[in-house]
């Protein structure tokens, strides 16, 4: 069974960094993408970033400049660098990976992913 816990999340002020984390467990489970989405009250489910294990990664437009990810394989783990953050980045954040290596212009795609998980809040007030 693959689990996603996320981490990082929380109350800062516009203009500051967040670093999330997300790491994934599961017997032979290592996935070809990685990715982060998030949703504010009200709003719909939005891709943020994704990165693929080998190469390849797409940034949403909203946070292009701002916020970058990566991985490390060896401990399965996706990183979501936030800066400079800003009052609409308020959203609950979602970890999801994917077991099939996806094209660039699907990985934003919720159903390029398989597992996903619970969740990390992450508030942008002054």
């Known amino acids: 069974q693959v689990q996603l816990v996320e981490s990082g999340g929380g109350s800062v002020q516009p203009g500051e960094s967040l670093r999330l984390s997300c790491v994934v467990s599961?017997?032979?489970?290592?996935?070809?993408?990685m990715g982060w989405f998030r949703q504010a009250p009200g709003k719909e489910r939005e891709f943020v970033a994704a990165i693929r294990r080998a190469s390849g990664t797409s940034v949403a437009d909203s946070v292009r400049g701002r916020f970058a990810i990566s991985r490390d394989n060896a401990k399965n783990t996706v990183y979501l660098q936030m800066n400079s953050l800003k009052a609409e980045d308020t959203a609950l954040y979602y970890c999801?990976?994917?077991?099939?290596?996806?094209?660039?212009?699907?990985?934003?795609?919720?159903?390029?992913?398989?597992?996903w998980g619970q969740g990390t809040q992450v508030t942008v007030s002054s």
């Open positions: 599961g017997r032979d489970f290592s996935p070809a993408v």
């Open positions: 999801a990976v994917g077991s099939s290596r996806p094209i660039i212009s699907a990985m934003g795609l919720a159903r390029s992913y398989d597992y």
